[in-house]
């Protein structure tokens, strides 16, 4: 059996590459939170557990979920044809109960979430959320469907805003990055290098797409994290906290109030289903 359910550290289900032995711990209940990824014998995410037994606050760990939304939205209102909703940042998807079981051919997991009465009241759609998760040699590949089941066209974005563990953030760098991005602290176009240098000072940025795909290095562990993305998931969001030992490497389809601005507002018609993907590849540098 490569998933059994887990009770320490905290509730949890362990899901165990039977050939890798690399490791997932996900909390369906916490919003399909993916809490840990163990590969190669190292963890890879940042976990704040004390946080994370308090229901009433946030995640500040794993791989959190973001639907409908990807950011916040001025005065946390979404603005749809049939009126106006209150949406907090992030939206829904990483606050409620999902589903989840074990793939047939045991090479990783399923979860899904659909719509309910509760996300109905401020998101009026019926939807049906997927997202295989799957431990490959040294590789975590996330495969997402987003179906429209309602009647009506769509809007979405949709995100994954993983913590991953390093270090230093003095001795973390990236490669790969273009020259310029934008600045979430002050709104503003930026240089990328510029902000770079400062992760331990804290940054929020978001990256446009380029040719290349982007790297996380942790020099003092000697690792390196690729980030693979196709479009339409391609915008890249770094993030730190400190004195937080981690970077939030994350991937969006759309940047924040793509709901009002209609810049990457994707939108689904009736029956249609969205496919996204990314991929993460850990490697030694030393």
Request: glycine share 6%.
């Amino acid at each position: 059996m490569t998933l059994e359910k887990r009770n320490k550290p905290y509730p949890h289900w362990l899901y165990t590459h039977t050939s890798t032995g690399d490791s997932l711990r996900i909390v369906p209940e916490r919003g399909g939170l993916i809490a840990g990824w163990t590969c190669n014998g190292q963890e890879m995410l940042y976990f704040d557990q004390d946080r994370f037994s308090n229901p009433q606050k946030s995640v500040r760990g794993g791989i959190p979920v973001l639907f409908p939304i990807c950011g916040s939205l001025p005065d946390d209102l979404l603005p749809l044809s049939t009126g106006k909703f209150v949406m907090k940042q992030h939206g829904f998807a990483r606050d409620l109960p999902w589903q989840i079981s074990e793939l047939e051919d045991q090479t990783g997991i399923l979860l899904s979430l659909k719509d309910t009465p509760e996300t109905k009241s401020i998101f009026p759609f019926s939807f049906l959320l997927e997202m295989t998760v799957q431990t490959t040699f040294q590789a975590l590949n996330i495969n997402i469907n987003i179906n429209n089941k309602s009647n009506f066209s769509m809007p979405y974005s949709f995100g994954l805003h993983p913590y991953f563990r390093v270090q230093s953030l003095a001795k973390t760098s990236f490669k790969g990055m273009p020259e310029n991005c934008f600045d979430h602290i002050h709104m503003i176009d930026s240089k990328t290098s510029d902000h770079l240098s400062q992760l331990s000072k804290g940054v929020d940025l978001l990256i446009n797409p380029v040719d290349t795909f982007p790297s996380l290095l942790d020099d003092e562990a000697g690792s390196c994290l690729k980030l693979v993305h196709h479009a339409p998931m391609d915008l890249v969001v770094v993030w730190t906290d400190p004195p937080r030992p981690m970077v939030c490497f994350e991937v969006w389809t759309s940047p924040r109030n793509s709901m009002i601005t209609g810049e990457r507002r994707f939108v689904l018609t009736p029956g249609e289903t969205q496919k996204l993907c990314c991929r993460y590849e850990f490697s030694k540098t030393n």
